[in-house]
């Protein structure tokens, strides 16, 4: 349960991000679609998946973590849902542009997962269900897909929040699926496993979280309300005039074409 929450709450902040970033618009809408990436996929995709992995567990063997491969499986995380956000946000409308940027971050997102389940060192050996894996990754590209989407289309409170619970059941669901397609099977001779405990991780994961959450979340109620924004935006469009000469732009104010 805990793990769900933390990814709704991700994905919540995200889409707050996205939806500013939709409003603002131009160069700076950059800096709210980095702030979304990192909430999305630092807090509600792999946070929740670090938190799920501590309820993980196999009799008589002790678990420990690769730390630099936890912290990149991180990196991977924010990284791939940054540019799944950049990608469909550049292609506005264009269902090509949704499609690839859910692709390349739900096969992203997919390669986390692994990593991480690779980072785990036990007295035991690991395989997988192939086809459970490809479940997996099919169910990391469609949920991909329809969180990108959310950032694209939601926007308003109930809206965003029920996006969120969607987001976060979608997210749960690709990790557990994942999760099922693992098995281990001891080895005869118990032997120390080199790493660190999952115990060692947790300080610094809820010192980090609260930091960034506090800070984006600040960054969203210090800014600019929706209704601000959307007087502003219609203002500047007076100012223009309407003009239907004016070549269609993206988010970021490049032309498209």
């Known amino acids: 349960m805990t793990a769900y929450i933390m990814s709704s709450v991700g994905s919540m902040l995200g889409l707050l991000l996205t939806s500013r970033a939709r409003l603002i618009g131009g160069r700076e809408a950059k800096w709210w679609l980095i702030g979304a990436a990192l909430a999305i996929g630092g807090t509600g995709i ?21 730390v630099p491969l ?11 849902v940054g540019m799944g956000l ?31 389940m690779a980072a785990l060192n036990m007295s035991g050996h690991v395989s997988y269900d192939p086809v459970v894996v490809t479940l997996s990754v099919l169910i990391a590209v469609a949920a991909a897909t329809v969180a990108l989407w959310f950032t694209l289309r939601v926007s308003g409170a109930l809206r965003i929040g029920g996006a969120a619970l969607v987001m976060g059941v979608a997210v749960s669901g690709m990790h557990y699926t994942g999760m099922f397609s693992m098995s281990v099977a001891s080895h005869e001779e118990m032997t120390a496993v080199p790493g660190a405990r999952a115990i060692d991780f947790l300080l610094p994961l809820i010192v980090g979280i609260s930091v960034i959450t506090v ?24 100012l223009r005039g309407g003009d239907e000469g004016a070549p269609e732009v993206d988010l970021f104010g490049t032309p498209r074409g």
Do not use: C, N, Q
């Open 86 to 116: 950049f990608l469909a946000s550049h292609g506005g409308d264009r269902p090509a542009y949704l499609l690839g940027g859910g692709v390349l971050t739900g096969i992203g997102v997919a390669a986390m997962h692994y990593m991480g």
């Open 215 to 238: 800070g984006l979340l600040l960054t969203v109620i210090l800014s600019p309300s929706e209704k601000e924004l959307r007087s502003e935006a219609a203002y500047r469009e007076r």
């Open 70 to 80: 936890t912290a990149a499986s991180a990196l991977v995380a924010v990284v791939v």
């Open 46 to 66: 792999w946070t929740m998946h670090f938190i799920a992995m501590l309820g993980f567990s196999v009799d008589g063997l002790a678990i420990r973590y690769d």
